[in-house]
């Protein structure tokens, strides 16, 4: 069973608004991580969390992390075209049954339109 | 500067048929994955190798193999093609486990 579950499932807006998006898990974590995916392409990279860490900016991305709660959410400021893509967190255990393992949520599509 | 390799990019085989996905990074990478990708599913791990000479079974191992052929390749094998394995199927690598991971361009495969 996947250990993370993006809400929502999907998101339109428009040039310019921000787009919000969620991850809940299930079990503890040692770090949780936020990946782009292009129609048709692999996963990219976005930015890694670290369970001792509350917030993390990277250019228009910032992404906070409430290990009481088990969520984290991305926020992407001031959308454009090209942000237009499917966006997955990954939650990494780090405990002896779940060591080497990063699981995936289902993604959030994202649309955005000019 | 090529990352993560993947071959083929698309395959069709026959119900029984069997394959090699073969994948292979120049990042000097101790650590590889082979995912798969369903619509709706997000990605489930198959199998990884968090360091050469180790494997060990994914979320979804059932009818799939793995060969760490050295530090740079990771092979992938379906021994019997089921029409349950039409997916993407995505290789990846990091320096070690739980830090980013690299991932290769995909291969689509059907079943027929």
């Known amino acids: 069973s996947q250990q993370g579950e993006e809400d929502p499932q999907a998101l339109s807006i428009q040039e310019g608004e921000n787009a919000t998006m969620n991850c809940s898990y299930k079990?503890?974590?040692?770090?949780l991580q936020w990946y782009r995916q292009n129609s048709g392409r692999g996963l990219v990279h976005l930015i890694l969390i670290r369970s001792n860490e509350r917030e993390k900016h990277s250019g228009r991305l910032r992404v906070t992390l409430d290990t009481s709660k088990k969520s984290s959410s991305l926020l992407i400021t001031a959308s454009r075209a090209a942000d237009t893509a499917s966006y997955f967190c990954a939650t990494f255990g780090g405990t002896t049954d779940s060591w080497g393992k990063l699981q995936f949520g289902a993604g959030t599509q994202v649309v955005v339109t000019p | 500067n090529a990352g993560v390799t993947q071959t083929p990019k698309f395959q069709v085989l026959k119900t029984g048929q069997s394959m090699t996905l073969q994948c292979a990074q120049d990042m000097n990478h101790n650590s590889m994955y082979w995912y798969r990708q369903d619509p709706g599913m997000g990605l489930r791990l198959i199998y990884y190798s968090a360091s050469e000479g180790t494997t060990d079974k994914g979320e979804v191992p059932n009818g799939y193999n793995v060969s760490r052929l050295n530090k740079r390749e990771f092979s992938l094998r379906l021994e019997s093609a089921a029409p349950s394995q039409t997916s993407v199927y995505f290789c990846a690598s990091t320096s070690r486990p739980g830090e980013k991971l690299f991932f290769g361009s995909g291969t689509q495969l059907s079943v027929l």
């Open positions: 079990t503890s974590i040692n770090n």
